[in-house]
């Protein structure tokens, strides 16, 4: 009776620890599927590139150099840009939404008709950068950026309609 009660544990044990592994599997499978297109371009150099029309969403550019890159009409909506180089980037109708942009150098870049709802663009700059038509609603920008870009902040975002002087908070 004790040889079979130990058989019937281990078999048991076994069943548990096969369940455990599916349920382990079928976790792992539905986050990858998840995780969809995003990608990790950390320090690539995408200088230059048509990245225009693209899905984004989710990738990381940390360190990435994006200087002149056309990333028009591209989703970028939960990205990370820390550190990235964005200098005269063509981000026309972008969606930067609730993207983080730690020290990014945007100077130049073209963010007519951009979306950057509730973006967190700290330490970053946007030196003569085109921001017509942009919405920064709930963005949280360096004071320093945004007295800047409510000096020439203009237009309302075609798909939010949101001004761009009200998503700045300009007086």
Same mark, same amino acid.
Request: aromatic share 12%.
């Given at each position: 009776?004790?040889?079979?009660?130990?058989?019937?544990?281990?078999?048991?044990?076994?069943f548990l620890s096969l369940l455990i592994l599916v349920f382990t599997s079928m976790i792992m499978l539905q986050s990858a599927?998840?995780?969809?297109?995003?990608?990790?371009?950390?320090?690539? %150099?995408?200088? /230059?590139? %048509?990245l225009s029309n693209?899905?984004?969403? !989710?990738?990381?550019?940390?360190?990435?150099n994006m200087q002149e890159t056309n990333l028009h009409n591209s989703d970028l909506s939960?990205?990370?840009f820390t550190e990235a180089n964005l200098f005269k980037a063509n981000l026309k109708k972008a969606n930067l939404s609730n993207a983080l942009l730690d020290k990014v150098t945007l100077d130049f870049a073209d963010l007519r008709e951009a979306i950057l709802v509730e973006?967190?663009?700290t330490r970053s700059r946007f030196y003569d950068a085109n921001i017509t038509a942009a919405d920064f609603t709930d963005a949280i920008i360096d004071r320093y950026q945004v007295n800047l870009m409510c000096?020439?902040?203009? !237009?309302?975002?075609?798909?939010? /309609?949101? %001004?761009?002087r009200e998503s700045l908070g300009c007086k």
């Open positions: 009776m004790n040889i079979m009660f130990f058989e019937l544990k281990s078999v048991l044990k076994l599927w998840a995780m969809g297109n995003k990608v990790n371009y950390s320090y690539a %150099d995408l200088a /230059h590139q %048509d693209q899905n984004f969403q !989710g990738s990381v550019f940390a360190a990435a939960e990205s990370i973006a967190i663009a000096q020439r902040a203009k !237009g309302i975002n075609p798909i939010t /309609h949101v %001004d761009t």
